[in-house]
């Protein structure tokens, strides 16, 4: 853990100040916790942007059009007086932005936080569910020290006042899984915030469900993955690979639904090659999976971008990067033993 009262307070007086410029930066294919952390920080603090260099997934573009947020796609630092990481354990998830970034202040809650040796402030609590918990934190101190006119109060700006409530409970919502790994903290802040900001469960479900032409194309995934199984044990566990052309995220998913200890499944498409990685809750509490440090492990053999949580992980190797580093993009066959192999590294199987 990186966190102190005196960070969190260097924190804020750089986020509070309207004479610096600032840009908060995603990782690649940002979700609503990077992103709802992103967007919460800009609706409280002024002179802010948000940049997402490498996308953003689906879900997040959900949240962005329900709030009317932008981000920049292809942001000039040079032009911000300071940069801001949020929800990224490691340089490596965002690539080649590194070399153009300086001196960031970072705000993360991985437990597999990679260091940072050039930046500025580091925020980070790996007891958190979500980052943004950590921006949740960083808002009441901000309201508490007077140094935002924002304020969970009827006076308060309404847009602005929904924009918090909404980015900052989507963000923790998807990043737990509905929950599903969040710890007494996590519910605590989301009553506060419930109650605060007057929306509903109902309001962010809805975000994430207003595209429903999504939803044939996850089936299918689930479907064909299934269909293309294969499975195995180590140790204890069954572990269940297989593939897909789109929605690896969910198709993962869905294998632990039908039995598998842990799945990890990956697509190919002609831009990127990517890999999702879930587990169910008794692989990580019984059995010590850690699928954010075995992604994070194989995806620097490979060339890959990778990290996440214990029971949920993904990876990334967009192919245009790959080819000016000179890195052989691996196939779906060998990224799945690679994965494989990771995982018996890490529970010893």
């Keep these: 853990m990186s966190r102190s009262f005196e960070t969190l307070s260097r924190i804020i007086e750089t986020l509070a100040d309207e004479s610096v410029s600032k840009v908060v930066v995603v990782h690649h294919n940002g979700d609503p916790d990077a992103v709802g952390s992103a967007l919460a920080l800009q609706a409280v603090f002024q002179n802010i942007r948000i940049a997402a260099p490498l996308g953003v997934s689906v879900p997040a573009r959900n949240l962005l059009k329900a709030v009317s947020g932008e981000v ?26 590194m070399e153009r970034i300086k001196e960031p202040i970072i705000i993360d809650h991985h437990a597999y936080h990679e260091p940072w040796p050039d930046a500025l402030f580091l925020y980070v609590d790996p007891n958190k569910a979500s980052c943004c918990e950590l921006v949740l934190e960083i808002v009441e101190n901000a309201i508490e020290e007077r140094l935002t006119d924002f304020d969970f109060t009827a006076g308060t700006d309404i847009d602005r006042l929904e924009t918090v409530g909404l980015s900052l409970v989507t963000g923790i919502w998807t990043d737990t899984a509905g929950f599903r790994h969040a710890n007494p903290g996590t519910f605590d802040s989301v009553a506060r915030l419930l109650t ?58 869905a294998l632990t639904l039908i039995g598998a200890d842990v799945a990890f499944c990956v697509s190919d498409t002609k831009d990127e090659i990517r890999a999702s990685a879930r587990a169910r809750k008794k692989a990580v509490d019984d059995h010590g999976v850690r699928l954010g440090h075995v992604m994070n492990r194989v995806g620097k053999r490979l060339g890959f971008m990778g990290g996440g949580h214990d029971g949920a992980a993904g ?22 033993k690679a994965l494989l192999e990771g995982l018996r590294e890490e529970i010893g199987g």
Excluded: C
């Design 72 to 97: 920049l796609e292809r942001p000039r630092y040079e032009d911000f007086d300071q940069v801001v990481i949020v929800d990224t354990s490691n340089r490596v998830q965002l690539g080649d932005e």
């Design 196 to 253: 605060a900001t007057g929306i509903s469960i109902a309001d962010i479900l809805t975000i994430l469900e207003q595209e429903p032409e999504f939803h044939d194309g996850r089936r299918e995934a689930n479907l064909k993955a299934a269909q293309r199984m294969e499975w195995t044990e180590i140790g204890d566990l069954v572990v269940a690979t297989s593939h897909v052309s789109a929605y690896e995220a969910s198709a993962a998913r």
């Design 315 to 336: 990876m990334n190797l967009p192919k245009k990067d790959a080819q000016k580093k000179g890195i052989t993009v691996p196939g779906i066959e060998e990224t799945l």
